[in-house]
C-alpha cells in the first residue's frame, strides 16, 4: 500500500491512592472546587514534597502487569512548563531514570493477527489542575486545582500500532490490565485514564520512503473518540500530503485536539522537545532504591490476568468469547466466577447466571461484586440447590435476590418460604391436567408438529406451580399426555 499508517500512544492513568502523590490530600474525584489543596500540591514557598509509597507500589505492580522490567533505582524530575492549572511552574516527574522500562501489550492487529505493542516506559508524575471553560459565551475560565499532585503513571509505546482501532484496542487492554491488579478504575468519564497518540504516515512513492509530520492527537475522553479522532487525522495527513507534500523534517511535530462534536481535529501548538522542558533532578525528593524482594512480593500480587483468564475460561470451561470478556471485566468478578466453578461439572451454568442474574443485581444496585452481600461459596450453595432438585431455576433467581438484599443463606431463604421444588407426580400431573384444557390451541399445535408450543405449555405448567414444579418431571409429564 502507498500509505502506512503509524500511531504510538501516551496513555495516563490515575492511581487509586488514599492521599495524593506528594501530600497528605485525599486522592478523590470532584468536591467543591480548591477545597482538596495544600501548600504542598500548590507549590507554595516553604512547603517539602513527601512521597507517597503506595505510589511506588502501584507503579512496580502496573510495570509487573504489562511485564516491564523494574528499576533498582529511580529518581524524580522537574519537568517545566509555563500553564494556568500548573501553579509551580513544573510538574514532579521522571526523566533519565524511570520505574519501569520495556514491557509489551499483544492485541488483535487490524489484518485478523496478533499485534505486539512494545512499551518504551512507564514513569510517576504527578497530575495538573482543571480549566473550567463556562459554555455560556463569556470570554472567561476557571481553574479547580483540586487535582493537582494526584499520582499519574503514564505508559508510553513504541510506534507500533499501524490502524486507529488499534489504538483504541491497545488502551482498552491498558485498562483491562491495570483494573485487574487495582491500580486505577481506569474511569474515562472522570478523567482517571487519559490517552494522546502520535500518529503520522509513511508514504511510499517512487521507491522511496517519505514520513509526514507527527500529530499528537489530544482531548480523546472515549475509546470511540481514540478511533475516530485518528481516523480523521489519517484522512487530513494524506490530504495534506497530496496537496503540498510536506515532509517531518520540513513541518516538524505538532500538537492537535480533538473537537468531539464536529469529528476534526485542529491545531494548538508546535510541539515541546524534552530540551523544551528543562528537566532536571527534583531537589526536594531522594533517590528511591527498590529491593528484589520488594519486587518479588507484589509480583505475587499480580495474579493471573485476564487474557490469560479468558483463554481458560474458552479452553477449559467452553465459554464463549463474549462471557469470558464480562468475568473478566474485573479481578473480582473473576475471582467470584472462579471459586463458585470449582469443581462444578458444567461451569458454563455458572457463567450464565453469574453474567444474567448476578450482573443484573449489581447494575440495578450500582454496586461491585466484591460489596454484594453473597460470597461466592454461597452463591455455590444456591446453584448447588439447584442441581440437586431442591428449587427450579427460575425460583433459584428470586432466592438469589432475596440472599442479596438480607445476607441470608439459600437454604434458610427456601424453608422460610416454602420454596423447596414439587415433586410429587400427582400434584404435577394435576397442573399439566388444567394446562392442556385451558390452553386448547397451544396443545393442538404441539399435536400437530410445532415444538415451540410445548415452551409455552411448560411455562403455564411452571406458573401455576409458582415455578416450584420440577421441570423434568413436568416437561415429561406434559409430553406423555399430549402423545
Known sequence: MKYEVVIGCEVHVQLQTRSKAFCRCPNTFGGEPNSRVCPVCMGLPGSLPVTNSAMIEA????????????????????????????????????????????????????????????????????????NIHPDDGRSVSYLDYNRCGTPLLEIVSEPDLRAPQEASAYVQAIREILRAVGVSDCNMEEGSLRCDANINLWVYEDG???????????NMNSFRSIRNALEYEVKRQVREWEQSRLLLEVAGKTTR???????????????????????????????????????????????????ERRRRYIG??????????????????????????????????????????VKKYLNQRSIGVDELAVDARAFR???????????SGKIAKEVFVDMADTGKDALAIIEEKGLIQIDNSDA????????????????????????????????????????????????????????
Open 257 to 307: 485536539g480533538y473537537l468531539e462534536a464536529k469529528g476534526i481535529t485542529v491545531l494548538q501548538r508546535a510541539k515541546e522537545e524534552a530540551s523544551d522542558y528543562r528537566y532536571f533532578p527534583e531537589p526536594d525528593l531522594k533517590p528511591i532504591s527498590i529491593s528484589r524482594e520488594m519486587i518479588d512480593a507484589l509480583k505475587a500480587r499480580v495474579g493471573a490476568l485476564p487474557a
Open 59 to 130: 507503579a512496580i505492580l502496573a510495570g509487573l502487569a504489562l511485564d516491564c522490567d523494574i528499576a533498582g533505582v529511580t529518581k524524580f524530575d522537574r519537568k517545566h512548563y509555563v500553564y494556568p492549572d500548573l501553579p509551580k511552574g513544573y510538574q514532579i516527574s521522571q526523566f533519565d531514570m524511570p520505574i519501569c522500562t520495556g514491557g509489551h501489550i499483544d492485541i488483535p492487529a487490524s489484518d485478523g493477527s496478533l499485534r505486539r505493542v512494545r512499551i518504551i516506559r512507564v514513569h510517576m508524575e504527578e497530575d495538573a489542575g482543571k
Open 316 to 357: 477449559e470451561y467452553g465459554i464463549t468469547e463474549q462471557d469470558a470478556l464480562n468475568l473478566t471485566s474485573s479481578a473480582a468478578m473473576a475471582d467470584f466466577f472462579e471459586a463458585a466453578a470449582a469443581g462444578h461439572p458444567e461451569p458454563k451454568r455458572i457463567s450464565n447466571f453469574i453474567l444474567a442474574e
Open 381 to 391: 450453595r444456591l446453584i448447588d440447590l439447584v442441581d440437586a432438585g431442591k428449587i
Open 428 to 483: 404435577i400431573a394435576q397442573a399439566v391436567d388444567e394446562v392442556i384444557v385451558e390452553n386448547p390451541d397451544s396443545a393442538a399445535d404441539y399435536k400437530n408438529g410445532k415444538e415451540k408450543a410445548i415452551g409455552f405449555l411448560m411455562g403455564q405448567v411452571m406458573k401455576k406451580t409458582k415455578g416450584k414444579a420440577n421441570p423434568a418431571m413436568a416437561i415429561q409429564l406434559l409430553r406423555a399426555k399430549l402423545k
Open 208 to 218: 522511496k520512503k517519505y514520513a509526514t509530520p507527527i500529530a499528537e492527537i489530544k
